[in-house]
């Protein structure tokens, strides 16, 4: 029972709530001149962010078709159902567990001309410190790689505001 809700019942509820919070929030874009030439020339890309700055990346992204780098864990699978529901693709595994086949599962997205999502510190860290993954993919693909994140603020603008800044960084 358990089992069901969180495969079930929590991805749903989830999406919902970043959903909702979108809405509650004010974004803005710092360096998205060059992803927005990058989209206007049809180039896909790799669209790096760091563990643990993934919960608005639904609705930060803004291209057409992606799959995201999802570790094969329990709470991977949630994590996939939850971006499922944006309509991003998953490619399961890591550097850790699954690694090669999940390579071969991007690279083979990446042909068929979609974006790519991966975090590049990898599932065992250290922490904000780029993997060989992604720099292999780029080279592979000759695909650009995109850093993006994501980053909250509190400003009083009105009596219940709130002013939170989506940043990308090109």
Known sequence: MLNWLKLSVLPSLAAAVI????????MGTVGGE????????GQPMIIAFWHGRQLMLPLAYRGKSASI????SRDGEIIARIMRHFGF??????SSRGGGQ???HLLKVARQGHDVIVTP?????PA????????????VTG???????????????????IDSRFLTLA
């Open 69 to 72: 780098l999802i570790s094969q």
């Open 128 to 139: 904000c410190q780029v993997q060989a993954g992604v720099i292999y993919l780029a080279k």
């Open 19 to 26: 959903s909702l919070l979108g809405k509650t929030m004010r």
């Open 89 to 94: 693709g998953a490619v399961r595994g890591s």
């Open 143 to 161: 695909f650009p790689i995109v850093p993006l994140t994501f980053a909250c603020s509190k400003k009083k603008s009105s009596p219940v505001g």
């Open 102 to 104: 999940a390579i071969r």
């Open 121 to 125: 510190d990898g599932p065992r860290g």
């Open 34 to 41: 060059r992803v927005d030439a990058l989209m206007r020339d």
